[in-house]
């Protein structure tokens, strides 16, 4: 029998519900929001402004202070995954299942993010927007490893049996997280080395910069991870109500 389109009691409820946890959403993350966005702002300032041009590269450098704490920001959703998917097959607690999912699509924008600025940066300095470089290489691994990781999971339908092989996928997929981090110290590789026995390889103000975008980004992240699954969670219980399944 087709379903009536008038709207329910039950739906208007759980409607209502909705809203009324995006509203509790805007308010709770509000002071997370302005804050991301202040220190956004003196992000930016000091990219373009405070930080000087290197010596070889010149303005052309300033994508750095995107593509590093992007690249940082997909290894620590990886590894966000990793854990919650540990901690759900333990526990068999949804919310384990929903952070892995939401860290994982974050994860990709951001890995998705690292590999562009990545090719924007090979193409300036060594002419070729795509080298095969280790660290190049490796990082699409990575992000092949985790989209292929979100196809199968909507492609999956049944809630349970869905959330054991995301977990267990979230943990056998996390090797290539350390892989594409130290593929440059196992194999030769173009990739400059931020890191060296004597401090960081740049000047001060540019690791002023970098350390400022890190703390930006990595904050834009949070807001978006707890947004994600916020929202996800309202969604669940929206379709829970109008399909019956909750009183």
């Known amino acids: 029998m087709p379903r009536s ?5 039950e739906e208007d409820s759980a409607k209502a519900s909705f809203r009324q946890t995006l509203s509790e959403l805007s308010r709770s993350d509000r002071l997370l929001l302005i804050t991301t966005s202040i220190i956004f702002f003196f992000a930016e300032y000091m990219a373009y402004i405070y ?3 290197e010596e ?3 303005d052309k450098v300033r994508i750095i202070y995107l593509h590093i704490p992007s690249a940082w920001i997909s290894y620590l959703a990886f590894g966000i995954t990793f854990i919650s998917s540990l901690l759900y097959l333990k526990k068999k607690s949804e919310y384990y299942d929903l ?5 994982v ?6 890995c998705t993010i690292a590999l562009i600025t990545g090719s924007l940066f090979s193409k300036v300095t060594w002419g070729a927007y795509w080298n095969w470089d280790p660290r190049q290489t490796t990082t699409l691994i990575l992000w092949f490893s985790y ?10 339908s049944d809630p349970e049996r869905r959330a054991h092989v995301s977990a267990v996928l979230g943990i056998l997929l996390f090797p290539t997280v350390p892989l594409s981090y130290l593929s440059t110290r196992i194999y030769w590789s173009l990739h400059p080395m931020l890191a060296r026995p004597g401090g960081l390889a740049m000047v001060p103000k540019m690791g002023y910069t970098l350390f400022v975008a ?10 978006l991870l707890h947004l994600t699954l916020r929202t996800e969670r309202a969604e669940i219980n929206l379709k829970l109500i109008k399909y019956g399944e909750l009183p």
């Not at 389109?5 to 009691?9: I, K, N, V």
């Not at 952070?99 to 860290?103: D, G, I, K, P, Y």
């Not at 699509?105 to 951001?110: A, N, P, R």
């Not at 890190?214 to 807001?223: D, E, K, N």
């Open 5 to 9: 389109e008038t709207p329910t009691l």
């Open 214 to 223: 890190v703390v930006a980004i990595t904050l834009l992240f949070i807001y």
């Open 147 to 156: 989209a292929a990781y979100l196809a199968l999971r909507f492609a999956t």
């Open 51 to 53: 930080s000087p041009p």
């Open 105 to 110: 699509e974050l994860g990709v924008l951001f």
């Open 99 to 103: 952070l892995s999912v939401a860290s």
């Open 56 to 58: 070889t590269l010149g």
